[in-house]
């Protein structure tokens, strides 16, 4: 959303900037890092850091700053009050009930992806049948190790795609990652062919994922529905010949609800 110059807060999009410099690589920041990792100089993260500390969102010891349970509480407010995940989770909790694996709903944020919501166990947790690294409700992703985020990429148009992949550091997380930027490319242009995105290995050692769109009414791609397993208990093959279809007729029953 574009807004005006004179709407523009500032102040507040350094805030948000320095609150974002936290993340898993970084938990513990002084005002130097802080500064680097979100673009002011080393005086103005200083207050921000301090105000946000006052104000609940970090704690410190005096040097070093880290990001307090106040921070859940926009997470929480949005898992619990946004529609989205409201309306997928009867579907996520079908689809592990009958298959016992685990389902999840992800959008694409900058270069993460962000998990939304995610299938449930009989006793109302978090399905356990497989939980990879990382794969907890909100947890981000990097998309270009992700099939959510190959998929969610896949539903833009090219050009943007393109920007997109040479604009992002590609770290490598397991020796099956992808990095170079043409095969990525070809990766997600096979997934925009296709309508579906499989990756294996990629994010984590033993985890392989498929991954499709889904779409509202009009035709715009809202987030990404995937499956999670394990490579000893399915080949690729047959993760498209059993887990796919699931993925696919999930993904046209909620057309009309999205």
């Not at 500032?10 to 990792?37: C, I, P, W």
């Not at 989205?84 to 016992?100: K, M, S, W, Y």
């Not at 490598?172 to 062919?193: E, G, S, Y």
Request: net charge positive; charged share 20%; glycine share 6%.
């Amino acid at each position: 959303m574009q807004i005006a110059k004179s709407d523009f807060i500032e102040g507040m999009a350094k805030g948000m900037a320095v609150l974002e410099s936290f993340d898993t690589e970084r938990q513990r920041l002084n005002a130097t890092l802080a500064a680097q990792r979100s673009g002011i100089t080393r005086a103005a993260a200083r207050r921000h850091l301090l105000t946000l500390t006052h104000l609940g969102y970090l704690e410190s010891d005096g040097s070093y700053f880290w990001l307090s349970p106040k921070v859940l509480r926009f997470s929480g407010t949005y898992l619990a009050s946004a529609r989205l995940p409201r309306v997928l989770q009867p579907t996520l909790n079908r689809l592990a009930r009958e298959t016992g694996e685990s389902f999840s709903a992800v959008v694409l944020d900058a270069r993460e992806v962000v998990i939304v919501a995610r299938s449930l166990d009989a006793k109302g947790t978090g399905d356990r049948q497989l939980l990879a690294y990382g794969l907890h409700l909100g947890a981000r992703l990097p998309a270009h190790a992700t099939s959510t985020g190959r998929m969610l990429l896949a539903t833009r148009p090219k050009r943007e795609v393109q920007s997109w992949l040479k604009a992002q550091a590609l770290p490598r997380l397991t020796p099956q990652t992808l990095t170079d930027v043409k095969a990525l490319q070809q990766a997600v242009d096979q997934a925009r062919t296709q309508d579906w995105c499989m990756a294996s290995e990629e994010h984590e050692l033993g985890v392989m994922a498929l991954a499709v769109p889904l779409r509202d009414m009009q035709g715009r791609t809202v987030a990404a529905l995937n499956v999670v397993t394990a490579v000893q208990r399915f080949t690729p093959e047959a993760m498209r010949h059993e887990l796919l279809p699931l993925l696919l007729d999930a993904a046209r029953e909620l057309r009309p609800l999205l």
